[in-house]
């Protein structure tokens, strides 16, 4: 009995991982992205911290679409921030998705946490991206700050989540400059004026390593001459694919 099981996990193994076939199997249509990176942040009103953050993304076949991260304060030797996400892109090849996001933003040093619930339509076409949702933000306070589920709290807003940019390739698609607009990142979703010009350059050395550059110029206020900067934020990341 236990000599059959044990052949059977063999041969189930080697069904499961097969390479090189024609056989439509899960695992080989799913590709994991590892990300780290190291930020410096040149806040207005707070001052510079360095942050070092972590992400892994897993993609079934370039459309169901699972991302988790972690990023620590280096500075404050607090957790700056950290999300989990799943979503459905180019749905039927039309180029649009939708996704549902958690990221908690906390402030250690400051006591409180924005826990944010995101759902959010996307359309991508000809390199052009638009993004449309709305941030469900709950500021929490206490022992509640570490925990992202924490949304029994009297302070509630309801906000915009957008972004719009264009993706630029050269070298036959190795180096990528993305142009963005947007009032969110990864690890940050803010107001309506918390709105930031992103360049996000990336440069695929083979089919497993990405380096990347991104620069973002954050700022406060409302979208007219009254706004002023908030944050400088420089990222270099390292991505390895498989």
């Known amino acids: 009995m236990r000599k059959g099981l044990v052949l059977f996990l063999i041969f189930a193994a080697r069904a499961l991982f097969a390479q090189g076939t024609d056989n439509p199997l899960i695992l080989q249509d799913i590709q994991i992205k590892l990300g780290v990176s190291p930020e410096l942040v040149f806040n207005r ?10 992400w892994v993304n897993v993609e079934w076949k370039d ?30 090849g039309s180029g649009a998705g939708v996704t549902l996001k958690f990221l ?6 400051y006591g409180f946490a924005a826990n944010s619930i995101i759902p959010y339509a996307e359309y ?37 989540y957008y972004s719009a940019g264009y993706k630029f390739s050269f070298f036959e698609g190795k180096y990528t400059l993305d142009l963005e607009l947007a009032n969110h990142e990864r690890m940050f979703a803010g107001n309506f004026g918390n709105y930031g010009f992103y ?12 380096l990347s ?15 002023v900067s908030y944050k400088l934020k420089i990222g270099l990341g390292v991505e390895l694919i498989w």
């Open 124 to 160: 991508r076409l000809c390199g052009f991206h638009i993004r449309l949702g709305v941030n469900f933000r709950f500021t929490v306070t206490g022992a509640d700050i570490w925990n992202i589920f924490a949304y029994n709290t009297p302070i509630i807003e309801q906000l915009l």
């Open 199 to 210: 360049l996000k350059n990336a440069y695929a050395f083979d089919d497993k390593w990405n």
């Open 213 to 227: 550059l991104d620069i973002g110029l954050i700022n406060a206020g409302s979208i007219a001459l009254s706004s």
């Open 63 to 92: 459309t169901v679409d699972f991302e988790c991260g972690y990023g620590l304060d280096m500075t404050h030797g607090f957790t700056d921030a950290y999300y989990f996400g799943a979503g459905w892109k180019n749905i039927f």
């Open 45 to 54: 009103t707070l001052g510079a911290k360095s942050l070092a953050k972590a």
């Open 104 to 109: 908690s933003d906390p402030a250690g040093e």
